[in-house]
């Protein structure tokens, strides 16, 4: 079992933005720590890479830091024809701010097969749900890598 329940639009650990520098608090309290940290979040991840558990994926496009619907956009350049993704906040296991890359949880496969990505669309609730629906589906058919 996944040793936390999937939130996708929340970031997991306030750390993952901060890098840890500067915050104080027990992180490790839970979930709810997450929703304070899109509320304090700061970085701007935009031109960091992504690499998923097995292999890079491509460069962030943009990243919102909404509370409840913080995700990163990434352009994912010839890997999968220039396609872009929205990935969830809750995907994002940890961020290297010295090397500039973000690590996802998620394999390459399962990130090129989530729902089509739609600039016009993807701020509507239906299109976030799809989205949801499916990372919430990987996490419970394939548990954190």
């Given at each position: 079992?996944?040793?936390?329940?999937?939130?996708?639009?929340?970031?997991?650990?306030?750390?993952?933005?901060?890098?840890?520098?500067?915050?104080?608090?027990?992180?490790?309290?839970?979930?709810?720590?997450?929703?304070?940290?899109?509320?304090?979040?700061?970085?701007?991840?935009?031109?960091?890479?992504?690499?998923?558990?097995?292999?890079?994926?491509?460069?962030?496009?943009e990243a919102t830091y909404d509370v409840g619907s913080a995700c990163l956009v990434?352009?994912?350049?010839?890997?999968?024809?220039?396609?872009k993704v929205l990935l969830p906040a809750g995907t994002v296991q940890r961020v290297?701010?010295?090397?500039?890359?973000?690590?996802?949880?998620?394999?390459?496969?399962?990130?090129?097969?989530?729902?089509?990505?739609?600039?016009?669309?993807?701020?509507?609730?239906?299109?976030?749900?799809?989205?949801?629906?499916?990372?919430?589906?990987?996490?419970?058919?394939?548990?954190?890598?």
């Amino acid at each position: 079992m996944q040793p936390f329940a999937f939130t996708p639009w929340v970031w997991r650990d306030q750390s993952v933005l901060s890098g840890g520098y500067g915050r104080t608090g027990d992180l490790a309290a839970g979930r709810g720590d997450s929703i304070s940290a899109d509320e304090q979040a700061g970085a701007d991840l935009s031109g960091y890479d992504v690499e998923a558990a097995d292999g890079s994926i491509g460069e962030i496009d943009e990243a919102t830091y909404d509370v409840g619907s913080a995700c990163l956009v990434v352009d994912t350049g010839p890997w999968i024809f220039g396609r872009k993704v929205l990935l969830p906040a809750g995907t994002v296991q940890r961020v290297d701010h010295d090397d500039r890359k973000v690590y996802v949880d998620r394999t390459k496969d399962q990130i090129k097969d989530s729902p089509e990505y739609d600039k016009d669309t993807f701020g509507t609730p239906e299109y976030r749900e799809r989205v949801g629906d499916y990372y919430t589906g990987s996490y419970r058919d394939s548990p954190t890598m």
